[in-house]
Nanobody, 128 residues
Framework: QAQLVQSGGGSVQPGGSLTLSCAAS????????MAWFRQSPGKEREFVAA????????YYDDSVLARFTISRHDDKNTVYLRMNWVKPEDTALYYC?????????????????????WGQGTLVTVAS
């Protein structure tokens, strides 16, 4: 059974940086897609970023474009989310997700329903 284990997160001041990690075990997603979503209190879960494992193509929500970077480490079967220039509105519970499907579009990659595996969630708080 595949499992996604997240690490990182915590508190950071506005303008600061933070890195989240998500390690996959039990199977690989080398032909699939891994992504990050987030959910703030009272809001729907929203797409943050995704990466196609085979070719490294990335997708980002406009709210994080040029601030966040999603990347992967093939040998460690791990995906990362580097968060730079964080803002208070980035405060949320962050989830990594994985699917064995090769995302062919931003639309496909951004839909939570397309992901079969989810991490446990990690809280990111941006405050002074």
């Amino acid at each position: 059974q595949a499992q996604l284990v997240q690490s990182g997160g915590g508190s950071v001041q506005p303008g600061g940086s933070l890195t989240l990690s998500c390690a996959a075990s039990g199977r690989t997603f080398t032909s699939g897609t891994m992504a990050w979503f987030r959910q703030s209190p009272g809001k729907e879960r929203e797409f943050v970023a995704a990466i196609r494992w085979s070719d490294g193509i990335t997708y980002y929500d406009d709210s994080v474009l040029a601030r966040f970077t999603i990347s992967r480490h093939d040998d460690k079967n791990t995906v990362y989310l580097r968060m730079n220039w964080v803002k208070p509105e980035d405060t949320a519970l962050y989830y990594c997700a994985a699917t064995t499907q090769h995302s062919r579009s931003y639309y496909y990659a951004s839909l939570a329903q397309n992901y079969d595996y989810w991490g446990q969630g990690t809280l990111v708080t941006v405050a002074s």
